[in-house]
């Protein structure tokens, strides 16, 4: 293990740090269903903020308990303050009690001045608040165009981001192992359990919180990057699953190597050149019947040994199409296994057993948990052929 491996290794080695239950129990996943058509994946909600707490002391006056007064007993509960209009009102009634006949004539004057007055004011504030912003009473006048131009951008770069976020927690939820631990800063984390991942499959990523090592992927959102650097890359998690966003808002998932780099590389040399000798054997069936882009990936080993496995198992006893390997997602890194195929009868079905797609979903879905596929799809080829898309998790 190279200098900065061990320096990782020792951020995650800090106790105390990492979140509860991530010595949980691996747990085999339950066999999955084989939809007539594939189905939308539901959008993850989107992250809940904080809860707002309340300041101390707020609701006081004068430094006193809340709910008294200085001076006077406490108000009544269920009673409203009197409005301005209503203390005006009392007030000129009382005065005019109070004063006689010629007396009246000049209040009543002075308040008809008065309420013109007040009346011309009001309608002033009125036109100055209609003038302002236009967001409420007491809102600061609006922004000059270079900081709307700034607040804009700031914006779009919020939104891209958090829809990147999205975007990574809802891949994770659907093409990561259930087992596997996560490592995320704590915004990613929170989508993530938005997401559907238990709490206990989180490795908050943060300062004075333990390393990336302790983690099998991890999701490199700019505040990962912002703590980690180049290392990250060089070292703790060499090789990108998926990516989504661009720049800043960028959130890639990317696969951890805890021994370092060079022994991940060469862990993954090895496996591609047993999968190339694997994929060329399987190409010597007669059962067998590739398409020339599927012949590629099996002879250059691209193609993941539990998909070669399944593949064998079925061409064993059944003519088998392999029509394709989809292509990895967006900015994966290449040279990474395939865990994705397109697969169909060969053959026409027989009266017995009209369809042949479901026979071949009950062989793989009777498979041993290994090399049983995480998703078996049934799907429609562009010219209209039914077909079967079988994915395994990552790792």
Not at 363 to 378: F, G, M, Q, T
């Amino acid at each position: 293990m190279t200098q900065e491996a061990r320096t990782l290794a020792g951020e995650h080695s800090e106790a105390g740090h990492g979140p509860a239950g991530l010595d949980q129990q691996d747990r085999e996943p339950a066999g999955p269903a084989v939809p007539q058509e594939r189905e939308n994946a539901a959008q993850p909600r989107p992250p809940a903020g904080p809860a707002a707490g309340r300041r101390p002391g707020a609701g006081t006056s004068g430094g006193g308990p809340p709910g008294k007064r200085r001076g006077g007993p406490p108000p009544r509960a269920g009673t409203a303050p009197p409005s301005w209009g209503a203390v005006l009102a009392t007030t000129v009634r009382l005065w005019w009690q109070r004063r006689g006949p010629g007396g009246r004539r000049l209040i009543a004057a002075a308040v008809t001045v008065t309420v013109a007055v007040l009346l011309l004011a009001g309608a002033a504030i009125a036109v100055a608040l209609a003038s302002g912003s236009g967001s409420g009473p007491g809102a600061a006048p609006a922004p000059g165009p270079g900081a709307t131009r700034d607040q804009a951008r700031q914006l779009a770069a919020s939104r891209a981001a958090a829809a990147a976020r999205l975007a990574a927690a809802a891949w994770v939820a659907q093409q990561v192992a259930p087992d596997a631990i996560v490592g995320c800063d704590p915004q990613m984390c929170t989508a993530l359990e938005q997401a559907g991942l238990p709490a206990s499959r989180l490795l908050y990523l943060g300062v004075g919180t333990a390393g990336p090592l302790g983690s099998d992927v991890l999701v490199s959102t700019a505040a990962v990057r912002q703590k980690y650097g180049a290392r990250l890359a060089s070292v703790a998690a060499p090789d990108v699953l998926a990516s989504f966003g661009t720049g800043r808002a960028e959130s890639a998932v990317r696969v951890v190597a805890p021994d370092g780099a060079a022994a991940y590389q060469a862990s993954l040399r090895a496996t591609q050149s047993a999968a190339a000798s694997a994929g060329r054997r399987l190409l010597r069936s007669p059962r067998l019947h590739p398409s020339a882009a599927a012949r590629q990936v099996l002879a250059a080993g691209q193609a993941d040994s539990r998909v070669l496995a399944d593949l064998a198992a079925l061409a064993a006893g059944h003519p088998l199409r392999v029509i394709d390997f989809p292509a990895a997602p967006a900015g994966a890194s290449t040279g990474l296994p395939l865990r994705t195929a397109d697969i169909a009868p060969a053959g026409f079905g027989t009266a017995r057993q009209p369809d042949n797609l479901r026979v071949l979903a009950r062989v793989l879905l009777a498979e041993p948990a290994r090399y049983r596929p995480a998703s078996v799809a049934r799907l429609r080829q562009p010219g209209g052929q039914a077909m079967l898309r079988i994915t395994f998790l990552f790792p």
